[in-house]
């Protein structure tokens, strides 16, 4: 068995890391020229009434606050949101082995926050994406709304952090069995994102800006 798993997390290291990082980059590529291929509309012969750039960059800070009174009637999507979002921001961009991996991809490092930082924004950001999956489920409109690939993005996203967590911990599972399971997870995630919603992790600073140009020359705040 200690074997197996040897020979598992060897493989998702290596051959399953290089053909999930492959597809990754591969299926961004795609689908960013699928996006980009779709032009855009014939700018208006009107005089812009705002810069449209400027507005731009507004709308992409402004959109991390909800709109006025949406707190108040979603504050498990908003705050769940914002906690998981930055809990997985710093579990994936400031752990240690995480950063050892970009180095060895991109030639580059950076300074590491402390276990108990990164334990605090696991722990975070699991408790924070059980309560939103439980507010998906239980509000009628949402669970109206929801589709099999909302479920399949929040699984994708939920299982690395579980299972990084639990390996840390050597919990339920012998520790390479965990360490294994933690990076197919991590795997799966990388080749699978560009073809789920969770592109948005890529597209979301884009079309926010985007969004920010049109209205902005339009008079209309975004």
Excluded at 7 to 30: E, K, M, N, Q
Excluded at 189 to 208: D, E, K, N, Q, Y
């Amino acid at each position: 068995m200690n074997t197996l798993a040897s020979d598992l997390l060897i493989w998702a290291r290596g051959p399953g890391f290089h053909a999930a990082l492959a597809l990754f980059l591969v299926g961004l590529i795609w689908r960013l020229v699928e996006i980009y291929s779709l032009g855009h509309p014939r700018r208006c012969l009107a005089t812009p009434l705002k810069d449209g750039p400027t507005e731009g960059f507004k709308t992409v800070f402004r959109r991390f606050l909800p709109a006025p009174g949406m707190f108040a009637r979603a504050p498990v999507t908003y705050l769940g949101g914002w906690v998981f979002h930055a809990g997985f921001f710093i579990v994936l961009f400031f752990f240690a082995p995480h950063i050892e991996i970009f180095r060895s991809l991109l030639g580059i490092r950076w300074p590491a926050l402390s276990n108990p930082l990164i334990e605090l924004a696991t722990v975070a950001a699991l408790i924070a994406m059980i309560l939103v999956l439980v507010s998906r489920i239980t509000n009628p409109v949402k669970r109206f709304l929801s589709t099999f690939m909302d479920y399949f993005g929040w699984a994708l996203t939920f299982l690395p952090l579980l299972t990084g967590w639990l390996a840390w911990h050597e919990l339920l599972l012998p520790y390479t069995w965990s360490l294994a399971l933690h990076v197919l997870s991590a795997d799966l995630l990388l080749a699978l994102l560009p073809f789920t919603r969770l592109l948005h992790g890529v597209t979301a600073f884009p079309s926010r800006w985007y969004t920010g140009v049109w209205f902005g020359r339009k008079g209309v705040q975004s």
